[in-house]
């Protein structure tokens, strides 16, 4: 059946892709004109090519300001992306800026944050020309407070001063003192993942954790919440769980919560009928979502993906679920032959995992590297393993700092990465013989089992092709 030419289903898939964004705007612009409406949580995306990015060789930036405005000879790139793709070879600070007009927030008190998925290595953020804060820190989500610097319905400038290190000190910092990509591979560093602006209620649900039991089909939940108020907030918090491809609720649980300003962890247990198991033939997946209800009015929910499974080293055999397993296993170093880090189209690599699928591969070890979130994502769907290592496996010199470093990337990892079912292995170094790096993440296990209890942990590959400095400094 058509329509002047055009394919009733397809404007159907159309209706089904653009009524979602509508129904949001629309909330968005009427909830806070009309009374006892529910508002929600809204997530802009920064990312797009109308960023500008500048070098800054001589490191003058921040004494002269450039956080104020863009620089006359500042390059329009896109984000994500790598410095390296405009400036070939360049390592060091650069400065990033871009424009944009941001809506009002619905949210009575609510706030507004900027959310980074992933930089490398070292971020400071201004906002309309005032500083929101900084991270540093590889391949580590963080979420800076933007409320007091945003002005609403206005063009609004974010600048973003960043170090990719050099092998010479820039701010104390030294290329190989700090976890980073392997310099045989890639000398590589910019925004290298999503940037966005979350317009969230006073109280926002930062992360959660499910971890499900495949004996018993219950699943432990926790929920880390935050209360930017000054004083304690009544909300209302369900727990729910459902299939991933469905929205049939199988089990929830809410009650109300008196929140302290801060951080706070909520928890609670659900209960799957019938769960099936995640398995390489048939990797099911279930939803959980955490979603508060702050003054009756204003929604915050974070969801996340997990499954049923259970693997682990038993009387000498590798066993999902119980079953003997051989494991049939490649490596890859979560980048393309071309354009490195950031393909041009992540389809790139999403292939290579499917053609390892294809080729009866049942794992896959992500070396060195965390691997790219939607990497991740289709390893769940399609039922392939994941052993998956840090930026400090490798080449990483000791330094005072080093403790402090190693356990800050390993636990980044882990709370990034625990709720995949298909990741089943942490694994700690990669070609590193005794040393002091070596002597503290054999020492590690303490620190994983507090974030994660139930994966298996490998301490080092085998192999001790790592010597002198990338050993002890």
Known sequence: MKTRGIPVYSILCILTWILPFLSVQLWGQTDSRLPGKIISSQILCLDGDDWRLATDPGNVGRAEQWWQQPREDAKKVKVPGVIQDTFPDYRGVVWYWKDLTVPRNPHPDGRYLIRVWEIDYLAEIWVNGKSIGSHAGAQEPFTLDATEAIQPGQVNQIAVRLLHPTDGPIDGIVFGQVPHGCATFSKVGGIMDSVELLMTPAVH????????????????????????????????????????????????QGRSEALPAGQSILKAELTVPNFRLWQLNDPYLYRVTAQLTVNDTSVDALSTRCGFRDFRFEDG??????????????????????????????????????????????????????????????????????????????????????????????????????????????????????????????????LIRSLDDNRLVILGSGRFDCLGNFLNG
């Not at 930017?228 to 491809?245: E, G, T, Y």
């Not at 039922?383 to 496996?393: F, H, I, Q, T």
């Not at 625990?418 to 002091?436: A, F, K």
Request: aromatic residues 12%; charged residues 20%; proline residues 6%.
């Open 205 to 252: 649900v930062e992360d959660l954790y499910a971890r499900p039991d495949w004996k018993t089909g219950k699943i432990q939940i926790q929920a880390q919440v935050r209360n930017f108020n000054r004083s304690d907030s009544k909300v209302q918090i369900q727990f729910a769980v459902s299939p991933a491809n469905s929205g049939d609720t199988l089990d929830i």
């Open 317 to 446: 055999f590798f066993r999902l679920n119980g079953k003997r397993i051989f494991l049939k296993n490649s490596h890859h170093g979560a980048s393309a032959p071309v354009w490195g880090l950031i393909p041009y189209d992540p389809d790139l690599l999403r292939r290579d995992l499917l053609n390892m699928k294809t080729m009866n591969f049942n794992t896959v070890r992500f070396i060195a590297r965390m691997p790219q979130r939607y990497l991740l994502d289709l390893a769940d769907e399609i039922g392939l393993m994941v052993y998956e290592e840090s930026y400090a496996a490798w080449q990483f010199w000791d330094s005072p700092k080093m403790p402090q470093l190693f356990d800050q990337t390993l636990s980044a990892m882990i709370r990034r990465d625990r709720n995949h079912p298909s990741v089943v292995i942490w694994g700690l170094l990669n070609e590193t013989g005794d040393g002091n790096i070596f002597r503290h993440a054999a020492l590690s296990l303490p």
